[in-house]
């Protein structure tokens, strides 16, 4: 990843930490207008990168607050953006709404690894999160201390879907835990979960749904399961670049065909 960083750096498409700039919000050093309305979330600020010069067209550089590099290019002639978010719901929630309230993005997509739960899972499976389960407080301090249903939006659900049968993989629909803790000593969380009906966990789906729904955005989560809870199972390197790059076709052809 590092070298494809300096190897972006040179070729123009990652511009190094720009000193003194006024920012238009706290942490997004972009002006009105630099996102796209649709826009990739990976939650290392690499990966947003990689996403940018891997996937898309006629790319620029539109922040580098904090290295938290976003870009905005077009894919079949669709405008999107892609930024890093950080790992977990306040660092998420932070880049989410400042893009969602401030820079008028409407679109928003978590792409990301998940860690298996149900057996009925494979490594490398797809999976769209059509409802996230959370222990973080995030929500409920937002929500009055009541549970908030923190769901993806049907139709990119539904246009996901489309776009991964497409491309030949049957990607799950479900359930997912956006945890707090990734080294979580309840040692009793896993059975619960499983027992409940939650495929896999991650960190950020159930604060971006909450953040969607109040700046009236649309918002879709795709995982790829990186490794297994209850196997222990672990994807290589080489497998996780392969399926992340699927997961990302999956992503940008299903927002094409969401607009269509
Ligand atoms: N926990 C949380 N997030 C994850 C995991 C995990 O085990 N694996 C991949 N993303």
Redesign the pocket.
């Known amino acids: 990843m590092t070298v494809l960083l300096i190897a972006a750096v040179f070729r123009g498409i990652v511009r190094l930490p720009s000193k003194g700039a006024a920012l238009a919000t706290p942490h997004i050093s972009a002006e009105p207008g630099d996102f796209a309305e649709a826009i990739l979330l990976p939650g290392d600020p690499l990966r947003a990168a990689y996403i940018a010069e891997t996937f898309l067209e006629n790319v620029r550089q539109v922040n580098d607050v904090r290295n938290m590099l976003g870009f905005t290019g077009s894919y079949k002639d669709m405008p999107v953006s892609v930024m890093g978010t950080g790992m977990g719901i306040p660092s998420a929630s932070i880049y989410i709404t400042e893009l969602a309230r401030d820079f008028g993005c409407t679109r928003l997509v978590r792409v ?4 298996g739960i149900s057996q009925t899972l494979g490594l490398r499976d797809v999976v769209i999160a059509t409802g996230a389960c959370t222990d973080s407080a995030t929500n409920r301090a937002k929500y009055g201390g009541w549970d908030f249903a923190a769901t993806a939006d049907f139709g990119l659900v539904s246009a996901f879907n489309d776009a991964a049968s497409a491309a030949g993989i049957e990607a799950r629909t479900g359930l997912v835990h956006s ?1 707090d803790l ?1 080294y979580n000593p309840a040692t009793n969380a896993l059975d619960l979960w499983d027992k409940m009906g939650v495929l896999a ?3 950020e789906a159930a604060g971006l749904y909450a953040i969607a729904s109040e700046f009236r955005a649309r918002a879709v989560t795709v995982l790829t399961v ?2 297994h ?1 209850r196997t222990a199972a672990e994807t290589s390197a080489k497998e996780r670049e392969t399926t992340f790059d699927d997961m990302v076709r999956i992503a940008l052809d299903g927002l094409v065909l969401d607009a269509a």
């Open positions: 990301g690894s998940c860690g945890s990734f966990v991650e960190m990186s490794d809870l």
